[in-house]
């Protein structure tokens, strides 16, 4: 069992920073992580994934604001949001992949004032 628990969510004005952390309970060296986020009223869609040998993806819409990063030793991912606009308010949800299965966190909320 993997528990997965998100942190670092808030509210934030247009252009500001924020930075998302995932905590996992397990090792996450050989997992592949990712971000994904859920707007009110829409589908839940990957922001960004990075795998177990570091390489990373991202939505075209965050591309050049969003960076993943992952510290295995701290069983850690993080999602540092740069340039923040109205339209990346959403829950955020991080996400790993194991041989079995995918475990989800709890979901951290992200608001962003106009």
């Known amino acids: 069992q993997v528990q997965l628990e998100e942190s670092g969510g808030g509210l934030v004005q247009a252009g500001g920073s924020l930075r998302l952390s995932c905590a996992a309970s397990?090792?996450?060296?050989?997992?592949?992580m990712g971000w994904y986020r859920q707007a009110q009223g829409k589908q839940r869609e990957l922001v960004a994934g990075i795998t177990s040998g570091g390489s990373t993806n991202y939505a075209d819409s965050v591309k050049g604001r969003f960076t993943i990063s992952r510290d295995n030793a701290k069983n850690t991912v993080y999602l540092q949001m740069n340039s923040l606009k109205a339209e990346d308010t959403a829950v955020y949800y991080c996400k790993a992949d194991t041989y079995f299965r995918t475990y989800w966190g709890q979901g951290t909320q992200v608001t962003v004032s106009s």
């Open positions: 397990v090792t996450i060296f050989r997992l592949n």
